[in-house]
């Protein structure tokens, strides 16, 4: 591993690897060192004690170089004494690094749903982790009694990144250490040919983004989130290729395109360069699911359904 001389501007300079992810060593201060990911991102951290466990400090422009290297110090200094203490950190903060790792280690499509559900259900911002409690965190996942499924989810979710944090000193003790979430058996359901027409129908206005969403599901029979993130480059005539991230059992996936879904394709607006299906702010696909769903259903009179049932039905209708 390369070894520098950590300075504001060599760390300007440092290279973006094209994969994975570089650590630069300081020569000054051992186990003091920056991260560099493959997406830019640069992050403190350290490397110390006999496990040679890594302490990740802060990310480049969020602190000084100044302040990463006292802290640095400091850790040493208290290893070297005997003492353990964890890392004040915000959640903010725990939250982005725990990202950043999870793009490194992960497949694209899991880093963007953790991404989701921090952003969506626990919203903390620049509370200590510390004082995020037990009840805090119930709180939460009481307000998705309604949706057990993305109550599961949402769980899983933070209580990875919890155990993160504890992992990395950044917590004593886990706070969903003790939370359980009762996992259902999906509720599945299959519409009428009838009922499915009526959609259909309705979705081929193509009056919102979601209204596209809907009618590819019906007429290609993918999962929610394949359609979701669909790329402008993975369609090509008459056929669509999804790559091994975006897929279940992480295989490419190419299937074919019928004249009405390409008609549909067709008709829906370029608003971003890389997504077919952009979110309204930043460049992150759709994500506005439940509000569009709610809005697409006061429009037509089929109810009690998932858009996961959506393509059950056209499954079971092969």
Same mark, same amino acid.
């Given at each position: 591993?390369?070894?520098?001389?950590?300075?504001?501007?060599?760390?300007?300079?440092?290279?973006?690897?094209?994969?994975?992810?570089?650590?630069?060593?300081?020569?000054?201060?051992?186990?003091?060192?920056?991260?560099?990911?493959?997406? &830019?991102?640069?992050?403190?951290?350290?490397?110390?004690?006999?496990?040679?466990?890594?302490?990740?400090?802060?990310?480049?422009?969020?602190?000084?170089?100044?302040?990463?290297?006292?802290?640095?110090?400091?850790?040493?200094?208290?290893?070297?004494?005997?003492?353990?203490?964890? #890392?004040?950190?915000?959640?903010?903060?725990?939250?982005?690094?725990?990202?950043?790792?999870?793009?490194?280690?992960? #497949?694209?499509?899991?880093?963007?749903?953790?991404?989701?559900?921090?952003?969506?259900?626990?919203?903390? &911002?620049?509370?200590?982790?510390?004082?995020?409690?037990?009840?805090?965190?119930?709180?939460?996942?009481?307000?998705?009694?309604?949706?057990?499924?993305?109550?599961?989810?949402?769980?899983?979710?933070?209580?990875?990144?919890?155990?993160?944090?504890?992992?990395?000193?950044?917590?004593?003790?886990?706070?969903?250490?003790?939370?359980?979430?009762?996992?259902?058996?999906?509720?599945?359901?299959?519409?009428?040919?009838?009922?499915?027409?009526?959609?259909?129908?309705?979705?081929?206005?193509?009056?919102?983004?979601?209204?596209? /969403?809907?009618?590819?599901?019906?007429?290609?029979?993918?999962?929610?989130?394949?359609?979701?993130?669909?790329?402008?480059?993975?369609?090509?005539?008459?056929?669509?290729?999804?790559?091994?991230?975006?897929? #279940?059992? &992480?295989?490419?996936?190419?299937?074919?395109?019928?004249?009405?879904?390409?008609?549909? /394709?067709?008709?829906?607006?370029? #608003?971003?360069?890389?997504?077919?299906?952009?979110?309204?702010?930043?460049?992150?696909?759709?994500?506005?699911?439940?509000?569009?769903?709610?809005?697409?259903?006061?429009?037509?009179?089929? &109810?009690?359904?998932?858009?996961?049932?959506?393509?059950?039905?056209?499954?079971?209708?092969?």
């Amino acid at each position: 591993m390369p070894k520098i001389t950590l300075s504001n501007i060599s760390i300007r300079n440092l290279k973006i690897p094209e994969v994975g992810q570089v650590t630069y060593y300081d020569k000054n201060l051992p186990g003091f060192n920056v991260r560099v990911s493959q997406g &830019g991102t640069k992050t403190y951290s350290l490397v110390s004690g006999t496990t040679r466990s890594r302490i990740t400090l802060g990310r480049v422009g969020i602190i000084s170089l100044v302040d990463a290297r006292k802290e640095a110090k400091q850790i040493l200094a208290e290893n070297t004494l005997g003492k353990n203490r964890p #890392k004040m950190l915000t959640y903010q903060d725990a939250r982005d690094v725990f990202l950043e790792e999870s793009e490194v280690k992960n #497949k694209e499509a899991t880093t963007r749903e953790y991404r989701r559900h921090f952003d969506t259900h626990f919203r903390y &911002g620049r509370t200590p982790l510390t004082e995020i409690t037990q009840q805090d965190i119930k709180k939460r996942l009481t307000k998705l009694n309604n949706r057990p499924s993305e109550k599961r989810h949402a769980f899983v979710a933070i209580r990875r990144l919890m155990r993160w944090c504890v992992a990395n000193q950044y917590l004593t003790h886990n706070p969903t250490d003790g939370i359980k979430v009762e996992t259902q058996k999906p509720r599945e359901r299959v519409l009428s040919p009838v009922e499915l027409k009526t959609m259909l129908k309705r979705a081929l206005e193509q009056k919102t983004m979601f209204d596209s /969403i809907v009618a590819l599901l019906i007429l290609t029979g993918q999962r929610r989130g394949e359609i979701g993130a669909l790329e402008w480059d993975w369609v090509q005539d008459n056929q669509i290729t999804l790559p091994e991230w975006i897929t #279940k059992n &992480g295989r490419v996936h190419v299937f074919p395109v019928g004249e009405l879904a390409q008609k549909v /394709i067709s008709q829906i607006p370029r #608003k971003h360069n890389v997504f077919v299906f952009p979110a309204r702010v930043g460049g992150r696909i759709f994500n506005g699911w439940s509000k569009s769903k709610v809005s697409f259903d006061k429009e037509h009179d089929v &109810g009690g359904y998932t858009l996961h049932d959506l393509r059950e039905t056209v499954t079971n209708s092969v």
